[in-house]
């Protein structure tokens, strides 16, 4: 029987871990501000440093030992999971060349609704009442965000958006449906395979000693810790919470911004960023107090 005292402190652990992601995802418009090359060049070297960081951390915990994990393959959440990380990362960068961030980032801030749809469709797993009222809050957070710069932003971004909320969401849940499995080896392959697949349109002449050094620091900071700390903590909470702590990253982008480049953000993002990590703060509050999630089905191998 599994120790209760042991499974809140698993559940504080991977709180702890999806803040952090929260964190390192949130610097994705900074380094696209910084970094002065072609969305594929980006999404390319990229995946290759986050790749080799990940699998660099795997080897260094384990050795040798570590690459049996790569058994992820012959699970479907892994493979459903590898896809959705490759499809989320492509759409997310375009995102963000195609349409206003705050577009972007309000379509974002349903992926705790879009997480508990495809939570109840693949593992039966309700949403606590909890969740979805902190999801709500969360979003009216975000509203108020781009309530003065909604109009900026083009179509096709848009769709781009929310086919990212859709594939964010599903990684979240996969990794949550195949916690039987090593989802660190689904984060390293997913890098990779990013790499690989955006390879044939990279313009690696655009890649200055500068812009090389910013890449290298968007590959590790960014995507490798970020999908790191996103894979082994969503694996101890219920999908719909997982979801709406990584909204965290609302309120935290333009404030890396902020401190870059001495953008001060207007009122409303301050007060709509203040919404929002309220919400998932008396979200984490009230995973304390409640039960811990039911164990997720093994997947099948």
């Not at 999971?81 to 997310?92: D, H, P, Q, R, T």
Request: glycine share 8%.
């Amino acid at each position: 029987m599994t120790d209760p005292s042991d499974t809140a402190r698993q559940v504080r652990i991977g709180m702890i871990l999806l803040v952090l992601s929260a964190a390192c995802y949130s610097t994705a418009g900074l380094f696209t501000r910084l970094i002065d090359t072609s969305v594929w060049t980006m999404l390319c070297l990229r995946g290759l440093v986050a790749g080799l960081f990940i699998l660099a951390v795997m080897l260094a915990r384990e050795g040798r030992a570590g690459l049996a994990q790569f058994s992820v393959f012959r699970s479907l959440p892994g493979l459903v999971a590898i896809a959705a990380s490759v499809l989320a990362m492509i759409f997310n960068l375009n995102a963000y060349l195609n349409t206003s961030v705050a577009n972007v980032v309000l379509i974002y801030a349903t992926a705790p609704f879009v997480a508990a749809a495809f939570s109840w469709l693949l593992l039966r797993e309700p949403a606590a009442p909890a969740t979805l009222w902190a999801s709500l809050v969360a979003l009216a957070g975000v509203a108020v965000i781009v309530g003065g710069s909604l109009g900026g932003g083009g179509l096709l971004g848009d769709l781009y958006a929310m086919a990212m909320t859709v594939f964010m969401a599903l990684m979240i849940v996969a990794v949550r449906w195949g916690k039987a499995h090593s989802m660190v080896a689904m984060a390293c392959v997913s890098a990779f395979a990013s790499f690989l697949i955006t390879l044939p349109f990279a313009e690696f002449g655009q890649v200055d000693g500068r812009a090389l050094a910013l890449l290298t620091a968007f590959g590790i900071a960014q995507l490798g810790l970020g999908i790191l700390f996103l894979t082994l903590g969503a694996r101890h909470l219920n999908s719909g919470q997982a979801a709406l702590i990584s909204t965290l990253d609302v309120p935290l982008a333009p404030l890396w911004v902020w401190i870059a480049f001495a953008d001060v953000p207007p009122l409303t993002t301050a007060l709509g960023g203040l919404v929002v990590m309220a919400a998932v703060i008396f979200s984490i509050l009230q995973g304390r107090r409640a039960p811990a999630p039911a164990p997720a089905p093994e997947a099948s191998s």
